[in-house]
């Protein structure tokens, strides 16, 4: 942009103190809660509150991460169940979605469009409505109470989205190079597999992003397949804690934080990706 | 140490309570055995003289419904004990399982601890996919939907080795669907009212006593949170919460009205009492509480009786209406606190107050609580039901022995014979408290045994109370709308 | 579209891709079983009634009625009013936000990214956080928010954000606005890059002030993404549960039920399956709406791309 120099630039100076005023509504919340997390239970019931702990602790944090205290054992489950069901949704999801995505991107076969409005709709649909129906299809593939139930679950509401990131990745990716692949004499294939497909790498990482966040925050499918308490993920395992734990705010407080603590990382190393998988899709050059 | 109730006084008020109560329960069986308890007789020193006074080996009672080595499959959900029990019940808990195991070693056992809320959600969804538990152990009030559904396994307590008269006669009740029984009660429990001696005397109000009438409680609530500027009463107002009726239930009742005719003599479930002015008096006074004089919590619309444990213990809410696990709780609490808060909470415990929850112009009344373990019918369950194992599992639950150790601190044992065992008597002699939570039992009125039950006690009547107290109806318009609604309910919507 | 040619050479079509059709038949699959399945269950179940006494095989067939049901309740107009100020002001406040946000980060300086990140935050941490969070920060008696207002002298008693049916809502929609905002702002911050430097210069010399640059120069290179971005983001409201759901139930005394959570109650607390499904297939048709203008704003210049 020009830098022509103006007494004072209004429009400027609206946007820092607009920015101040956005990172503070951003930030305050997340502040709160951890110093919430410091406090020992009594403390955080004070009226007025404590702006800053009088006697600020850690040991919220030590009980949801010390193996030997049962709360701990609990916790540390649950962080390890999520982690097991995001990988295998992203694991799949990519599989699946990523020769779909080329295929949409390339190809031109009947009911192709119809099939990607279909594909698309699904991310319209509240989850919440198909909780019973989809409650009874597990039952009838045996899968009750399983993280199966889960990652079928969740890869249809992560297909969507991926298929629509890799294919706006692929529609992005010049198709003389294939062509140039198939006058060299390799099939369709070959050439998806061993020219596109590495092309189209950062996008299968965004995809994979996706597919991970989604799957480590969502709860109300997880609240309602999973029975037993051994096989939770977080976001239930937490609510279970703040239904059973008479209140402990402090306690609920440390542990979302330490529930957000690996998505965050995995977004802020690999933001990059992330942000360009949101927009690739969203601008058509 | 005991509150300062004389025995002479209770026992005056149980006199008067317990006719009224044997006209509304069912008649009694005439009871030959010398085991068997007299409930006319009910008072804390008839209970601490029946206790300790027999000796009961469950193995060998539970043999003779099924030998000890059968071999079979057993899968059963319950609320267990969850991080926020005293360790007491952990331990006991444990103990359980490990003499299930060493009485009954070849039934392979699959027990799932599932919270509190969500267990009558998890059990309905299951059942919609045929893969529901064998046994399943329930509150009081859910049963009766999978009863009138067709779920359950008819069963009676000669099924399993006792006989009727060992139960609570509410309690029958409660597992009775169109004269078939259909589980056996473990516990009883009925609540109490809880309140802080100091923060009494700091009010200017009698430490020793609490509020006599539901009326008194309101006036004590005012006063405690004008001169102190914390809440009196811990109301509590969560829509889709059991917390929530089993607080205002006693309320309503003691003012003369109720959800049905569940109040009366002979309910027949078919009159909705919710819009009589007896109801509205009683929803009234919660109004007060809440919006005249804002001396309960405001949270108390999203409140459960869990959030009001944490301002108890810190010496900021006056009076709680609870179970007699409460102590144990708070007593956990207290350890568990440091630093400063320690000696708050120490002093919050050695100040709690157990005593009768108030009475109203009608009557003293309490929720008649507690659980009952069912049996479902091999079609809903996931690998077919083993009913042998099963009558094991309900017959070891249900006995004199663990009815009593599992209702160690938060109930009583649905099997009366439990009184008489030596646990009994430990628990008398070291739970505090104990013996005026019991008297509280002949005032026990159970919910209406309907499979609307739920609906109208979870969603109607909290419904209720928040349109009162959020001021979007008027008190008589908020009444008037719940009557409606369960009247449509009954009708069969 | 996708044929060519007429009825007769579909087959023929279909025949010569059958080759494309792998390549699309795992997602396909997955796609229709589970959710081929639940929509047909969802709709027959809509003409039945469920009562308490019994079992949901022996439902009762009751046609329509169901839906006259969920439409002339009492609580449907209310429900529909706060689903459409509940989608309405979190989309459009959000988006504003993120335009903001979008306009302030748009010059490289140091620490960009660095607030980048921070902004995305809220987006990335799961809904069930957020609720949990602001909960706390709503609380009506241990709240920040309220003991601040008291001890700045705003206010005589803590402020009563969601046990208090004239605010419940709007503080629900701030915490959604929280969460969302920065998925517009990087959505229209990929869009500010489509501005042509060389236009803005131009107006530049032409004397025009900064508001005037935005509005005839930025703001027409943002049509595209900002109608996609405003499409997400109704489409994720309008089905958004858990914030309203964990944080009030729908509470107090349903001033803050929205259509979705009125849905979850109805099933799940009232055991009203047959009403609920009712409740659903309205809630479908009225998306189908909206879908049809969302995939015909993504799918534009799709054709250019393939073989």
């Given at each position: 942009m020009s830098t022509a120099r103006k007494p004072i630039d209004w429009w400027r100076w609206a946007g820092r103190g607009f920015l101040l005023f956005i990172l503070t509504f951003t930030v305050i919340p997340m502040i709160w809660m951890?110093?919430?997390?410091?406090?020992?239970?009594?403390?955080?019931?004070?009226?007025?509150?404590?702006?800053?702990?009088?006697?600020?602790?850690?040991?919220?944090?030590?009980k949801l991460l010390d193996p030997t205290n049962s709360v701990g054992q609990d916790f540390l489950l649950y962080f390890w169940n999520s982690f097991y069901v995001a990988l295998a949704t992203t694991f799949l999801g990519v599989v699946v979605a990523i020769p779909a995505a080329y295929a949409f991107s390339r190809f031109r076969f009947p009911g192709r469009t119809f099939l990607f409005f279909s594909v698309l709709l699904r991310n319209m649909f509240p989850a919440v409505v198909f909780l019973m129906p989809l409650f009874l299809l597990m039952r009838w593939m045996g899968l009750v109470g399983s993280h199966a139930s889960l990652v079928l679950t969740y890869l249809t509401f992560g297909l969507p989205l991926s298929i629509w990131l890799l294919k706006g990745f692929y529609d992005n990716i010049p198709i003389q190079l294939e062509q140039a692949a198939r006058i060299d004499g390799a099939t369709r294939f070959q050439a998806f597999l061993l020219i596109v497909m590495p092309l189209s790498t950062p996008g299968i990482i965004a995809t994979a992003i996706f597919s991970f966040i989604g799957a480590w925050n969502e709860y109300v499918y997880a609240l309602t397949f999973i029975n037993r308490q051994d096989r939770m993920t977080l976001p239930v395992g937490i609510q279970r804690f703040f239904a059973e734990f008479a209140t402990d705010w402090p306690g609920l407080m440390a542990a979302t934080f330490l529930m957000s603590v690996p998505v965050v990382v995995l977004f802020l190393v690999l933001q990059k990706y992330f942000v360009r998988a949101l927009t690739e899709g969203a601008v058509k050059h | 140490m005991k509150s300062a109730f004389s025995f002479a006084r209770t026992i005056g008020t149980l006199a008067a309570l317990l006719t009224t109560a044997a006209i509304a329960f069912s008649p009694m069986e005439a009871s030959a055995q010398d085991t068997s308890i007299d409930l006319n007789k009910w008072s804390p020193d008839y209970v601490r003289s029946i206790a300790g006074t027999a000796k009961f080996d469950t193995a060998g009672d539970c043999s003779k419904v099924v030998p000890l080595d059968y071999k079979g499959k057993l899968s059963v959900w319950w609320t267990g004990p969850n991080d926020a029990s005293p360790d007491i019940e952990r331990t006991i808990n444990d103990q359980f399982w490990a003499a299930w195991k060493a009485a009954y070693p070849n039934i392979e056992t699959d027990a799932q601890n599932v919270n509190y809320n969500v267990l009558l959600d998890k059990f309905r969804t299951a059942l919609l996919g045929n893969a529901a538990p064998m046994v399943v152990r329930l509150q009081i009030l859910g049963g009766v939907e999978f009863a009138a559904k067709g779920y359950l396994h008819q069963i009676n307590p000669e099924d399993v080795g006792y006989a009727k008269a060992d139960f609570w006669p509410g309690a029958l009740k409660s597992v009775t669907w169109e004269g078939k029984t259909y589980g056996i009660p473990t516990n009883n429990e009925t609540m109490a009212l809880i309140w802080n001696a100091k923060i009494f005397k700091d009010a200017g109000l009698d430490p020793e006593n609490p509020p006599a009438t539901w009326d008194d409680l309101v006036a004590y609530s005012k006063q405690i949170h004008d001169r102190l500027g914390i809440p009196g009463y811990g109301l509590v107002a969560r829509q889709n919460a059991g917390n929530t009726p089993f607080r205002f239930m006693p309320q309503l009742w003691a003012y003369g009205g109720g959800a049905l005719d569940e109040a009366t003599d002979s309910p027949n479930y078919?009159?909705?009492?919710?819009?009589?002015?007896?109801?509205?008096?009683?929803?009234?006074?919660?109004?007060?509480?809440?919006?005249?004089?804002?001396?309960?919590?405001?949270?108390?619309?999203?409140?459960?009786?869990?959030?009001?444990?944490?301002?108890?213990?810190?010496?900021?809410?006056?009076?709680?209406?609870?179970?007699p696990s409460e102590y144990a709780k708070m007593m956990d609490l207290s350890a568990k606190a440091t630093g400063a808060d320690k000696k708050i909470a120490e002093e919050v415990v050695a100040n709690m107050r157990y005593g009768l929850i108030p009475k109203g112009p009608a009557r003293r009344a309490v929720v008649f609580g507690g659980s009952n373990i069912h049996i479902v019918k091999d079609e809903y369950v996931d690998g077919g039901q083993d009913e042998m194992a099963a009558k094991a599992l309900v017959c070891f639950w249900t006995s004199p022995e663990w009815s009593t150790k599992l209702a160690w601190t938060g109930s009583n044992p649905g099997n009366l014979k439990g009184f008489r065992t030596e646990w009994m008597k430990e628990r008398l002699d070291s739970i505090r408290f104990l013996d005026v939570t019991t008297s509280m039992l002949p005032s026990g009125i159970p919910f209406p045994v309907i499979p609307e039950a739920p609906e109208i006690m979870n969603i109607i009547v909290p419904d209720m109370l928040q349109n009162a107290l959020t001021g979007a109806m008027t008190v008589d318009a908020a009444a008037d709308d719940a009557a409606g609604k369960v009247e449509d309910l009954l009708g069969g919507f | 579209m996708g044929n060519s040619s007429r009825k007769d050479g579909l087959l023929a079509q279909i025949i010569a891709h059958r080759v494309d059709y792998l390549y699309v038949l795992p997602a396909l699959i997955v796609m229709l079983v589970v959710i081929a399945y639940p929509i047909y269950y969802t709709v027959e179940l809509s003409f039945y009634k469920t009562p308490a006494n019994l079992q949901m095989k022996d439902k009762i067939f009751i046609g329509l009625d169901n839906y006259v049901t969920v439409l002339t309740s009492r609580s449907f107009h209310k429900v529909t009013v706060n689903t459409v100020i509940w989608t309405v002001a979190s989309t459009i406040v959000a988006f504003l936000l993120g335009l903001g946000a979008a306009l302030s980060l748009n010059r490289e300086f140091q620490g960009r990214g660095f607030l980048r990140a921070l902004l995305l935050i809220p987006y990335v941490v799961s809904a069930v956080s957020a609720s949990l969070i602001w909960q706390w920060i709503y609380h009506s008696d241990f709240g920040v928010i309220g003991a601040l207002a008291v001890e700045l002298g705003l206010s005589e008693e803590p402020i009563n954000f969601i046990d208090n049916i004239h605010t419940a809502l709007a503080s629900l929609i701030v915490v959604n606005i929280w969460r969302e905002f920065s998925f517009a702002m990087i959505m229209l911050m990929a869009g500010l890059q489509t501005v042509p430097d060389s236009l803005l210069r131009a107006a530049q010399v032409d004397g025009a002030n900064a508001w005037n640059r935005f509005w005839h120069v930025t703001a027409p290179h943002l049509k595209g993404v900002s109608m996609v971005t405003v499409l997400l983001l109704m489409v994720a409201n309008f089905n958004s549960f858990i914030i309203p759901w964990i944080m009030t139930g729908g509470g107090p005394a349903g001033a803050s039920d929205i259509w979705i959570t009125q849905i979850y109650e109805l099933a799940f607390g009232r055991q009203r399956w047959g009403t609920a499904s009712a409740y659903s297939v309205i809630l479908f048709v009225v998306m189908m709406a909206l879908g049809y203008f969302y995939v015909k704003a993504l799918t534009r210049g799709d054709d250019r791309r393939a073989e």
């Open positions: 951890l110093l919430t997390s410091i406090k020992t239970q009594f403390a955080a019931m004070q009226y007025p509150p404590q702006w800053w702990p009088a006697e600020p602790t850690l040991e919220n944090y030590v | 078919k009159t909705v009492m919710l819009n009589t002015p007896a109801a509205k008096r009683a929803l009234q006074a919660s109004y007060n509480m809440y919006v005249r004089d804002k001396s309960v919590p405001v949270s108390a619309l999203t409140n459960t009786q869990n959030e009001n444990q944490a301002p108890f213990i810190a010496g900021k809410l006056a009076m709680v209406i609870a179970h | -």
